[in-house]
T-cell receptor, first 111, second 112 residues
Framework: KQEVTQIPAALSVPEGENLVLNCSFTDSAIYNLQWFRQDPGKGLTSLLLIQSSQREQTSGRLNASLDKSSGRSTLYIAASQPGDSATYLCAVAHYGQNFVFGPGTRLSVLP | SQTIHQWPATLVQPVGSPLSLECTVEGTSNPNLYWYRQAAGRGLQLLFYSVGIGQISSEVPQNLSASRPQDRQFILSSKKLLLSDSGFYLC???????????FGPGTRLTVL
């Protein structure tokens, strides 16, 4: 059974810092990995989707990498801003199966 | 562009009352549809998914049910709510089961 963990559970950084969020999964035979952000009381917003054949995806200040063999993905946020404060979740899917979500990392960017 | 709607946004219901939450998707056809629950302090739990009209798969046994009467409409129901049904209910859609998922704004349900 696939299990997804995210470390740290919470992170607080000053504005302007570059930061890395981690996602680990136990079964490396995944098909896709998706990163989301969730603002308090809101739905999830898709940030990036990485297919198993890809090693990274970039969107603006966000860069997500995937290392299937080690069962890990990282989300890199450059020059963090207070507006980046949210909970970040990763989810993985095997072919023909539904996504399995991690518990999330709560990020606070202090002005 | 595609849009996903959920209503109501918030709901307070007494124990034992019925429930009906609705989700609709615009701008796409034959989507995969999903109902998730996010309870306080817990992760996102998949409740139901549907690959087509009338096709519902249940992931977790519970007193909830789902229906898909139209291609882009997904309904979550209960005949009698329990206290443990409280939580944040999210609807999502994707083109396929492993494709990128897009979520609605959610419904906050409080059962008293």
């Amino acid at each position: 059974k696939q299990e997804v963990t995210q470390i740290p559970a919470a992170l607080s950084v000053p504005e302007g810092e570059n930061l890395v969020l981690n996602c680990s999964f136990t079964d490396s035979a995944i098909y896709n990995l998706q990163w989301f952000r969730q603002d308090p009381g809101k739905g999830l917003t898709s940030l990036l989707l990485i297919q198993s054949s890809q090693r990274e995806q970039t969107s603006g200040r966000l860069n997500a990498s995937l290392d299937k063999s080690s069962g890990r993905s990282t989300l890199y946020i450059a020059a963090s801003q207070p507006g980046d404060s949210a909970t970040y979740l990763c989810a993985v899917a095997h072919y023909g199966q539904n996504f399995v979500f991690g518990p999330g990392t709560r990020l606070s960017v202090l002005p | 562009s595609q849009t996903i709607h959920q209503w109501p946004a918030t709901l307070v219901q007494p124990v034992g009352s019925p429930l009906s939450l609705e989700c609709t998707v615009e701008g796409t056809s034959n989507p995969n549809l999903y109902w998730y629950r996010q309870a306080a302090g817990r992760g996102l739990q998949l409740l139901f998914y549907s690959v087509g009209i009338g096709q519902i798969s249940s992931e977790v046994p519970q007193n909830l049910s789902a229906s898909r009467p139209q291609d882009r409409q997904f309904i979550l129901s209960s005949k009698k709510l329990l206290l443990s049904d409280s939580g944040f209910y999210l609807c999502a859609w994707s083109g396929g089961r492993v494709d990128e998922q897009f979520f609605g704004p959610g419904t906050r349900l409080t059962v008293l």
